[in-house]
T-cell receptor
Framework: GQQLNQSPQSMFIQEGEDVSMNCTSS?????WLWYKQDPGEGPVLLIA?????ELTSNGRLTAQFGITRKDSFLNISASIPSDVGIYFC?????????????FGKGTKLSVKP | DTAVSQTPKYLVTQMGNDKSIKCEQN?????MYWYKQDSKKFLKIMFS???????INETVPNRFSPKSPDKAHLNLHINSLELGDSAVYFC???????????FGSGTRLTVV
């Protein structure tokens, strides 16, 4: 079945550093999404990308939809302690009927003050 | 005024029991979902449901059944619970024609 390969699996960084994580697949998707999950909570949508090549920002977060439609990356600039959590990429092919979202395995981010 | 609410938050039960997890959304969304998150944090779709169509992931055992009394609710019923069913179960919803699922805060199921 369709699969998203997310890397790195975990990151341990110093406060103030920039972070980059990415997601690749052998399948083509027309929508990429990035979610963050805090402990004991459900995933929360950070950024949605709908067009190949699209670059979108949300505060210190920037994400891009790869031109091949098979990948996406998320950058976090000037990390702060509250950025700690698990970041998931997600993708689907939306068209006609609602497609189901599939998720990468997550990147666990730890930030040292 | 929680958008997607699940109950209970925690559920500990013995093998062989039957249990239900409730989900309600007050967003007016058309489609609701159940996801399972395993111990390695991998999120996998179990069901998607709107008032017309139930789509079941073929890997989900038939001991799991979604029940929707109305558009705002999608409950998850599990028969004959097994140890391997222990996980966090998330309910989510999305509006028609617009992407961006809203997730509940999860139900941690522990089967002993």
């Amino acid at each position: 079945g369709q699969q998203l390969n997310q890397s790195p699996q975990s990151m341990f960084i110093q406060e103030g550093e920039d972070v980059s994580m990415n997601c690749t697949s052998s399948s083509i998707f027309n929508t990429w999404l990035w979610y963050k999950q805090d402990p004991g909570e459900g995933p929360v949508l950070l950024i949605a990308l709908y067009k190949a090549g699209e670059l979108t920002s949300n505060g210190r977060l920037t994400a891009q939809f790869g031109i091949t439609r098979k990948d996406s990356f998320l950058n976090i600039s000037a990390s702060i302690p509250s950025d700690v959590g698990i970041y998931f990429c997600a993708a689907l092919n939306y068209g006609g009927s609602q497609g189901n979202l599939i998720f990468g395995k997550g990147t666990k981010l730890s930030v040292k003050p | 005024d929680t958008a997607v609410s699940q109950t209970p938050k925690y559920l500990v039960t013995q093998m062989g029991n039957d249990k239900s997890i409730k989900c309600e959304q007050n967003l007016g969304h058309d489609t609701m979902y159940w996801y399972k998150q395993d111990s390695k944090k991998f999120l996998k779709i179990m069901f998607s449901y709107n008032n017309k169509e139930l789509i079941i992931n073929e890997t989900v055992p038939n001991r799991f059944s979604p029940k929707s009394p109305d558009k705002a609710h999608l409950n998850l019923h599990i028969n004959s619970l097994e140890l391997g069913d222990s996980a966090v179960y998330f309910c989510a919803s999305s509006p028609k024609g617009v992407l961006g699922y809203t997730f509940g805060s999860g139900t941690r199921l522990t089967v002993v």
